[in-house]
């Protein structure tokens, strides 16, 4: 069975602050990795997602994610932390045939001015 | 425009009664889903339907009902046997394996029991 762990239910950071969102799997075979953002009362926007390409994925806004197989981890990086990163955001994990995505629990990023 | 319509936005059922909740999407895509989003629990999934006519239990189907008549639309019912159904109602679509397995969600759909 696939699970997904997100360290941290609330994150907050400074404006201008990296933003560091950790994420840990497990997982028997290689799998689909992904992180969604949810702004309040919103559904869940895709920023990123890994499928077995490059390690290193970018996504939109400034966020970026490695794929780190030894760790089990897919963290979510952004160098500098605007206002509007203010969201929830989510990690889930699939595998290829598989019937569905599985989520964590979710980080609530909030950013200081 | 292609998406995911959900509707409507803000429902309130009385405690006793069925509801149902509007999926439709133009995304051409074969699979759609369900899912609960309660708070701090991230999302678990109701029902999924891969493909027209055929619909399969998730990890929490007890109370709900789901249709898939066309590829277009997935409506769920939450039926009076669901005994905690205020949450985010959130519905999903996925295109062919090449896509990697993403989905695509719609805006959701707030129900809340009075």
């Known amino acids: 069975a696939q699970s997904v762990t997100q360290l941290g239910s609330h994150v907050s950071v400074s404006e201008g602050a990296l933003v560091l969102l950790r994420c840990n799997y497990s997982?028997?075979?290689?799998?689909?990795l992904f992180w969604y953002v949810q702004y309040p009362n919103q559904g869940l926007q895709l920023l990123l997602k890994?499928?077995?390409?490059?390690?290193l994925v970018k996504g939109i806004n400034g966020f970026e994610a490695e794929f780190k197989k030894s760790e089990t981890s897919f963290h979510l990086t952004k160098p500098s932390a605007h206002m509007s990163d203010a969201a929830e955001y989510f990690c889930?994990?699939?595998?290829?045939?598989?019937?569905?995505?599985?989520f964590g629990s979710g980080t609530r990023l909030q950013v200081q001015p | 425009d292609g998406g995911i319509t959900q509707s409507p936005k803000y429902l309130f059922r009385k405690e006793g009664q069925n509801v149902t909740l509007s999926c439709e999407q133009n995304?051409?895509?074969?699979?759609m889903y369900w899912y609960r989003q309660d708070p701090g629990q991230g999302l678990r999934l109701i029902y999924y339907s891969q493909i027209v006519n055929d619909f399969q239990k998730g990890d929490i189907a007890e109370g709900y009902s789901v249709s898939r008549e066309k590829k277009e639309s997935f409506p769920l019912t939450v039926t009076s046997a669901q005994k905690n159904p205020t949450a985010f109602y959130l519905c999903?679509?996925?295109?062919?394996?090449?896509?990697?397995?993403?989905?695509?969600f719609g805006p959701g759909t707030r129900l809340t029991v009075l």
């Open positions: 890994y499928t077995s390409a490059a390690t």
């Open positions: 995304l051409n895509h074969d699979a």
């Open positions: 999903a679509s996925k295109g062919q394996t090449g896509e990697g397995d993403t989905q695509y």
């Open positions: 997982s028997s075979v290689p799998p689909y």
């Open positions: 889930a994990v699939s595998q290829a045939g598989r019937r569905a995505l599985t």
